[in-house]
């Protein structure tokens, strides 16, 4: 019964995928916004939605280790497990206006999550805080994206949502989404079952099986945009669903949390500066040649094992999990960090000299 509660959240996930990138794809040309920025908020928001289900029905419950290694574990596994496949499946090209403004809002709020949970736990005004830049975000996004579509023309010039021409994609998006939130929860459920059994904590249940769960929506709905040519939404529902999965997931379960999410002391070692180190090292890989391309997707799927091996080995008393963490953290670590060093300092050499060309 586990496994096939497993076959069918998967069917049900990719059939949502699909609905919600045809969805989106039609609802942003009728709204004239361009598929990065529908990406970035509109898909990312459905797809989150998993992630905040979740969460939220942790923390009311009393396990906060799911909450946040849920929120944690799935930005990572955005970047290195979405990305590093949908990058194999088809080369992503990069829109500069996500390395300008969307990568360092992610980067900004994952580094302020870092310093509300230093003392321990997530309060309700520091919730309260990461929603409402979750919000600004967003409505930048969408005004900023209409203006971009059309710059020249005026405001009654430019496309209006009327109900006959959004009915069928909104309806798509919805649907979309229902088939999501129900294929990840039972995705999750028969992955937790199976992780409990094994002894996991709660915590490392988050930030791996419940993590992945619940990115389940953001792969298939990137791999499904990256395949039918939609390359700038795919992008962007990685980043805009990290932001909203700090902002909005992680913002509101520290709302209605008792007194506060807490915050395990083993995630400030570990799970946290990895999810700040995670959007540091995507910055390279997408600024070489303005493309994500098959080898970095390969990098990126390495790095996402070697984290998940980190995690679990230590968990389920493995003789080789300190031997194995020290070669990821004084061997590959190091490797890896001076390998993007080298590649971003050759790429901004290369566009200086572009445009020193006359």
Not at 109 to 125: I, K, M, N, P, Q
Not at 179 to 191: E, F, I, P, T
Not at 212 to 230: D, K, M, N
Request: hydrophobic share 60%.
């Amino acid at each position: 019964m586990t496994v096939l509660e497993l076959l069918a959240g998967l069917a049900l996930l990719t059939a949502g995928g699909e609905l919600l990138v045809r969805g989106g794809s039609a609802l942003g040309r009728a709204a004239g916004i361009s598929p990065l920025v529908i990406g970035l908020t509109v898909v990312a928001f459905a797809t989150a939605a998993p992630e905040l289900a979740v969460s939220l029905g942790a923390a009311l419950t009393g396990v906060a280790g799911i909450a946040v290694g849920n929120v944690v574990g799935s930005n990572i596994a955005n970047v290195l497990l979405v990305g590093g496949i949908t990058a194999l499946a088809a080369p992503l090209a990069v829109d500069r206006k996500l390395l300008r403004g969307d990568l360092p809002a992610l980067l900004g709020l994952s580094v302020l999550l870092f310093l509300f949970a230093v003392d321990g736990t997530v309060a309700l005004w520091e919730g309260m805080l990461l929603v409402a830049l979750a919000v600004a975000y967003l409505s930048w996004k969408v005004v900023a994206g209409r203006r971009e579509e059309a710059p020249d023309a005026t405001e009654a010039a430019r496309p209006a949502l009327r109900p006959r021409t959004v009915f069928a994609p909104v309806g798509m998006l919805l649907g979309g989404v229902a088939l999501l939130v129900v294929g990840a929860r039972m995705l999750v459920d028969a992955a937790t079952a199976i992780a409990s059994a094994l002894g996991l904590s709660d915590l490392v249940i988050g930030l791996t099986v419940v993590a992945v769960g619940t990115s389940f929506p953001e792969l298939v709905t990137t791999v499904v945009a990256a395949v039918r040519g939609q390359r700038e939404m795919a992008l962007g529902n990685i980043v805009g669903s990290n932001v909203l999965n700090i902002g909005v997931v992680l913002g509101l379960t520290a709302v209605v949390a008792p007194g506060g999410l807490p915050v395990d002391a083993s995630a400030l070692r570990l799970d946290l500066p990895v999810m700040i180190a995670v959007t540091l090292g995507f910055v390279p890989l997408l600024l070489t040649g303005a493309k994500l391309v098959r080898w970095e997707g390969g990098l990126l799927l390495a790095w996402y094992a070697i984290y998940l091996a980190v995690l679990v080995l230590p968990a389920v008393g493995s003789a080789a999990a300190p031997a194995f963490t020290a070669v990821a953290q004084w061997g590959l670590l190091p490797l890896t960090t001076v390998g993007l060093a080298v590649l971003t300092v050759r790429e901004v050499r290369t566009r200086r000299r572009a445009h020193a060309t006359p």
